[in-house]
């Protein structure tokens, strides 16, 4: 059983940053792929980016390339986040997950826990 708990969400204008942190229980942080995931009103939920469990290696979502960057600290269980020349379009609940594997997924469906998401807003 893993636990996650994410932080760091916010209102930001458009143009601001914001880090999200998500917090892991357990020792087995370093086994699996964590990913991140936002869902805005009347949408379904779409991958953000995901990282290998070893944090070797990235996924990016097209519409987030060049502004976020995920990374991971298996010392201190916590994946993080960076959102920078956040947008309007951006506006989201952010959710992180992990998924029981080496390999980073851009799929929802391969994730096995979810936080309960932060609310990220911008405005214009």
């Known amino acids: 059983q893993v636990q996650l708990v994410e932080s760091g969400g916010g209102l930001v204008q458009a143009g601001g940053s914001l880090r999200l942190s998500c917090a892991a229980s357990?020792?087995?942080?370093?086994?699996?792929?964590m990913g991140w995931f936002r869902q805005a009103p009347g949408k379904e939920r779409e991958v953000v980016a995901s990282?290998?469990?070893?944090?070797?290696?990235?996924y990016y979502a097209d519409s987030v390339k060049g502004r976020f960057t995920i990374s991971r600290d298996n010392a201190k269980n916590t994946v993080y986040l960076q959102m920078n020349s956040l947008k309007p379009e951006d506006t989201a609940v952010y959710y992180c997950?992990?998924?029981?594997?080496?390999?980073?997924?851009?799929?929802?469906?391969?994730?096995?826990?979810w936080g309960q998401g932060t609310q990220v807003t911008v405005s214009s």
């Open positions: 990282i290998r469990s070893n944090g070797g290696s990235t």
């Open positions: 357990g020792r087995t942080f370093s086994m699996y792929a």
């Open positions: 997950a992990a998924h029981r594997g080496f390999y980073a997924r851009s799929e929802a469906k391969a994730y096995d826990y």
